[in-house]
């Protein structure tokens, strides 16, 4: 009989222009990056995808925080490059193009090898950059290994996070402060969605004394929730303000209450434990069903929305921020949505002092063709841009497609489009 072939557990065989190669197998993968410690399971990853494509290099690079740069994490190996390896800005890189179109980026290094940068994201949300250093120009087959491995990082990624804070560190772009701290936990832990009825994508920018900007949004079964809240102040104290206002939302949220009812036992929070502080606010509830909205608007600047390439100012009735008066109450609205439309919902930051120079409703429309997730970056940028890089208050947007309830699913198909790229001779 002939010798027994010793099976790796992470790959099987498979056929590609005539020749014997080996496949990755996910659930090998999977289970390698679960057998590791959760820092290790990232480099486990990568040495197992250099041995299938006999790469020279492969390593896993986190986005941080401001969708800035990018900082290697994982690897399997070291490569020489020009970039420095602990963090690289984005701007004019072949890491910020794939990034930005969510499709694999390839370049030729010299005679000898290819460099491969595919994107590592789950429903909208771009966690990082698979990166690749190959002898020659991948195949078809190579390239649907890369795409199937870069789909699986990121719930490797999602898996890991929260057991250790190696990829909080990643995602930093600068040390926070206490309040910056507080702030960040506020956060939802994706800042992009993407389902088949909506993207939702929202960037914070802190100002120098942290302003208690927050967002948020939640998919249940039948609904869509967003909020926008802004507490007052700078600081530890506008971040304690914010946590009120923040947990007493979602905890009226998570236990069923209607909009009205969050609104109210927000601002119930407020008035027992702010200190005579305040919070405005937004609350948008969007049924996954037929598309009708519920908004509360809390003393909050009004929302823009983006029609058919036209923009134009919402202005729904506004009530009193949380915090103001005991017996407070709270209009559920609703606001104008249609299919195809962008709304956007932002704080006070986006509109005050300085940016005011910046034509905010041009610049919705001039990004309207960007991914929410690059055009609320955008957005945030233009802002800090006119400040000179320091922020006198918060810049929050919080950026909503709405696809409309015509179909109920959306292609989550990992690596579709890595076939189609090519490299530049």
Sequence with gaps: MPPTEERDPGAHQGRAGGEQLVEVDLAGVLAAAESASPVESLDVVA???????????????????????????????????????????????????????????????????????APVTNRGDAIGLLELFLPDHPDDFA????????????????????????YQWGRRTRPLNLAAEIQHRLLPTSLACE???????????????????????????DTMQLSVTDAMGHDVEAALLATLAVGALRRARRAGAELEVQALEANRAVIDNGRRGFVTGQLLRISLLD?????????????????????????????????????????????????????????????????????????????????????????????????????????????????????VTRSADAGADLAEASAPE
């Design 291 to 407: 598309g009708t909205t519920q908004f509360v608007n809390a003393g909050h600047p009004w929302p823009l929305r983006l029609r058919r390439e036209r923009v134009e100012q919402m202005v729904p009735e506004v009530d009193l921020p949380f915090g103001i008066q005991p017996r407070t109450d709270y209009r559920v609205q609703r606001l104008d949505l249609q299919p195809g439309d962008r709304l956007v919902m932002l704080t006070d930051g986006m509109l005050e002092r300085r940016a005011v120079e910046v034509d905010l409703p041009s610049l919705v429309a001039r990004t309207g063709d960007l991914h929410p997730r690059e055009a609320s970056r955008a957005l945030v940028a233009e802002i800090l841009r006119a400040h000179g890089g320091r922020l006198e208050d918060d810049a929050t947007v919080m950026c909503l497609d709405w696809h409309g309830t015509h179909q």
């Design 143 to 166: 390239m649907r290994q890369i795409g199937a491995t870069a789909h699986a990082l990121a719930y490797i990624v999602i898996a890991n996070r929260s057991f250790t804070d190696v």
């Design 195 to 221: 389902a088949a009825q909506f993207t939702v994508a929202g960037a914070l920018e802190p100002a120098t004394h942290v302003g208690g900007d927050t967002f948020d949004y939640v998919v249940d079964r």
């Design 47 to 117: 040495r197992l995808l250099r041995d299938r494509l006999q790469a020279a290099s492969v390593s896993f690079l986190i986005v941080d925080f401001t969708g800035s740069s990018v900082v290697r994490l994982g690897a399997a190996d070291s490569v020489e490059s020009d970039e420095p390896p602990e963090r690289v800005a984005l701007p004019g890189t072949l890491y910020a193009d794939a990034l930005r179109t969510q499709r694999p980026a390839l370049q030729r290094e010299g005679n000898s090898r290819v460099r491969v940068v």
